[in-house]
């Protein structure tokens, strides 16, 4: 068995003749519109943003940002939301994703494609979508009314709850798929060797199948956590505008203040905050896994 396992990993690991070195030289240029695009429409305006930062009217803007208390609790709320959005996923995502793995090919395509389904849709849309069902007169607390179950509406939207539920929605299929991807490179003959040993199927799936999937868990968490951190539509329409999200006050400062220095502050710290938290996540997901620069080794 061990020299089949070799033998496979041999297999998986070799690559086909290298190309010419001319010819890959040639083919990066096709990456040049991307990296001028990049350029104009990312490096230079969070230029600009970095400098507003410090001369409208000046770095001071930093230490008005460090030491308000609305500045720290709309970061902790951002923490929060972000964390139980990520719970929200894992917990939705990860029975989704391991029936995909374990489907065929035509039922783990529709599963698929339902799960791309809400990216064709605005997220505008989809959150509007989701005040029908959350609103005091929307159609979970009539059932719930109706029932008997509650005698008033249970408050469902302007709230935590609200735009953890929004953007769990909005999410999920980035968990889901970093999941699949990482399901689907698990070895099933470890599987079979592990009931063959005698392990049953809950002992196989905690000591063997969950271990091997945990990379695309750290994955599709990191994505989720990441991409949460910056949220401000849903937010702004489910949750509870007495305690915004960090995305949320930076268009504050800059629509309603008119404090340009003050939003850039704001937005130069989340996306260090952010930055570090990405190296720290790098210690359990590979970079080359977030990104899916990984193919089938």
């Given amino acids: 068995m061990a020299a ?42 969070l230029g600009e943003i970095l400098v507003r930062s410090l001369t409208d009217p000046s770095p001071e803007n930093y230490l008005r940002a460090v030491t308000s208390e609305v500045v720290r609790s709309s970061f902790v709320t951002t923490f929060v939301v972000s964390i139980l959005t990520v719970a929200f996923c ?12 374990r489907s065929r090919s035509a039922v783990a395509g529709i599963l698929g494609f339902c799960v791309l389904v809400p990216f064709w849709l605005s997220i505008l849309v989809r959150t509007y979508a ?36 929004g953007m ?16 689907k ?10 009931r063959a040993l005698g392990a049953g199927p809950i002992r196989t799936f905690l000591r ?11 994955s599709g968490s990191l994505i989720v956590f990441v991409t949460s ?17 960090v995305g949320q006050l930076i268009v504050e400062q800059v629509n309603q203040a008119l404090n340009f220095g003050m939003g850039s502050a704001i937005g130069i710290l989340l ?27």
Wanted: glycine content about 10%.
């Fill in 4 to 45: 089949a396992v070799t033998s496979s990993i041999t297999t998986r690991g070799s690559r086909g003749p290298a190309a010419p070195r001319g010819v890959r030289s040639w083919w990066g240029l096709l990456g040049l519109p991307g990296g001028v695009a990049l350029l104009f429409f990312f490096i230079l305006p």
């Fill in 90 to 101: 894992i917990l939705l995502g990860y029975p989704y994703a391991y029936v995909m793995a």
């Fill in 130 to 165: 989701w005040t029908v069902w959350l609103q005091n007169t929307g159609i979970i607390n009539s059932f719930l009314l109706d029932v008997g179950l509650v005698n008033e509406p249970v408050q469902l939207m302007r709230n935590a709850l609200g735009t953890v539920i």
């Fill in 168 to 183: 769990t929605h909005v999410l999920l299929p980035f968990m889901v798929f970093s999941m699949y991807a990482s399901m």
């Fill in 185 to 194: 490179r698990i070895d099933l003959g470890l599987e079979r060797a592990s």
């Fill in 208 to 218: 063997v199948y969950l271990p091997l999937s945990l990379p695309g868990v750290y």
């Fill in 229 to 245: 951190l910056g949220f401000y539509l849903t937010p702004a329409i489910l949750g509870d505008a007495a305690k915004p999200l």
């Fill in 271 to 297: 996306l260090l905050v952010t930055l570090l938290l990405l190296a720290l996540g790098m210690r359990f997901a590979k970079f080359e896994d977030i990104v899916g620069l990984r193919g089938d080794q």
